[in-house]
């Protein structure tokens, strides 16, 4: 079905703190992981937390590990809860999350010209923002 590594429980354990993991299957549990995508060996899963709008999520998979970044503000070693969260989600056959397959970033954006890339830019505010930050140097 995909690109992605078989992920364990002790491979996740492995990069998060004991309470990270608990709190994140807790999170897994109650459905909070709104949506995952797959796009070749990543992961992008929106999970609701404390905020209205949901964290987002990106995990890169390598065959033996994987690395992940959230737009939550955790910084108490290990990665957080939501990282736990759509991990589980894509490790359990029988998530309740539908995982969506798509085409990797780079197939997508290789056939646009660079005319359509600042098309695609200027339509998205917030995505100007990051790519503006990008840009500057400044983390997104």
Known sequence: MTNLPHITADD????VTGQSYD?????????????ATIRG?????AV???????YRVGITFS??????????PYDWGGYCKHVVA????VSDDNSPTPIAVKPPVADLLD???ADELRALV????????????FCSGEPT
């Open 63 to 72: 065959e033996a590990d994987f690395t992940a970044a959230c737009t939550c």
């Open 48 to 54: 609701q937390g404390s905020e209205w709008d949901p």
């Open 12 to 15: 996740i354990r492995a990069q």
């Open 122 to 133: 200027e339509a998205a505010p917030s995505l100007l923002d990051m790519v503006d930050a």
């Open 86 to 89: 759509a991990l589980l989600t």
């Open 41 to 45: 060996n990543q992961l992008f899963a």
């Open 111 to 113: 056939g646009l010209d």
């Open 23 to 35: 709190r994140g299957v807790d999170y897994y549990h109650a459905g909070t992981v709104e949506s």
